[in-house]
């Protein structure tokens, strides 16, 4: 199993950078694809992006393509997801969550793991 705490979330002006981070616990991170969503009010929550288990494959959804890179340090146990060009659309709780899988997926339905999430807040 591996448990995930996000954090770096905050309150930015549009086109300000954040940078979240996802430290998980457990011995077989690298094991793990990882991604990253995110919820607005009232909306569902969306895929964001995600990263292969090496890190050498990223995926992102259109609305963020360009603008937000993920990565990933296995020796750290931890994921990231640099975040240039902030958007008020962009506002939302971020999650990151963890699949025992070979390849990403921009599915929610195939992560069993999830953090508490962080809050994001982009002001016009």
């Known amino acids: 199993q591996v448990q995930l705490v996000e954090s770096g979330g905050g309150l930015v002006q549009a086109g300000g950078s954040l940078r979240l981070s996802c430290a998980a616990s457990?011995?077989?991170?690298?094991?793990?694809?990882m991604g990253w969503f995110r919820q607005a009010p009232g909306k569902e929550r969306e895929f964001v992006a995600s990263?292969?288990?090496?890190?050498?494959?990223?995926y992102y959804a259109d609305s963020v393509k360009g603008r937000f890179t993920v990565s990933r340090d296995n020796a750290k146990k931890t994921v990231y997801l640099q975040m240039n060009g902030l958007k008020p659309e962009d506002t939302a709780v971020y999650y990151c969550?963890?699949?025992?899988?070979?390849?990403?997926?921009?599915?929610?339905?195939?992560?069993?793991?999830w953090g508490q999430g962080t809050q994001v807040t982009v002001s016009s």
């Open positions: 990263v292969s288990r090496s890190g050498e494959s990223t």
């Open positions: 457990g011995r077989t991170f690298s094991s793990y694809v």
């Open positions: 969550a963890a699949a025992l899988r070979v390849y990403p997926s921009t599915t929610q339905e195939v992560y069993g793991y």
